[in-house]
């Protein structure tokens, strides 16, 4: 079992930054990919990054390519995501997952989920 606990969302301002953190614990995710979704109010969860477990392989959804940052410490069970230049788009709850087979950028390919941790851009 994997238990993985989001931090760092709140209400920011068009242009903003935040920092989103992931921390792992249980068994942790050492050599998993890790990625980061997002949900909007009435829409479906949808994918925003992801990352490899040693050499640091990122990929991103279009929309936030050259905004978002995704990074990880595995000596501490870790995954960030750093947004930049945010967007009232950009709102959602925000979770991490633990990938654990098929295509990176779809959730069901991931077996363990964060409760999520909400970010709202106000323009």
């Known amino acids: 079992q994997v238990q993985l606990v989001e931090s760092g969302g709140g209400l920011v301002q068009a242009g903003d930054s935040l920092r989103l953190s992931c921390i792992a614990s249980g068994r942790t995710f050492s050599g998993y990919v890790m990625g980061w979704f997002r949900q909007a109010p009435g829409k479906e969860r949808e994918f925003v990054a992801y990352?490899?477990?040693?050499?640091?392989?990122?990929y991103y959804a279009d929309d936030v390519k050259d905004r978002f940052t995704i990074s990880r410490d595995n000596a501490k069970n870790a995954v960030y995501l750093q947004m930049n230049k945010l967007k009232p788009a950009d709102t959602a709850i925000y979770y991490c997952?633990?990938?654990?087979?098929?295509?990176?950028?779809?959730?069901?390919?991931?077996?363990?989920w964060g409760q999520g941790t909400q970010v709202t851009v106000s323009s």
């Open positions: 997952g633990r990938w654990h087979g098929g295509s990176a950028n779809l959730p069901a390919s991931y077996d363990f």
């Open positions: 990352i490899s477990w040693s050499d640091n392989i990122t």
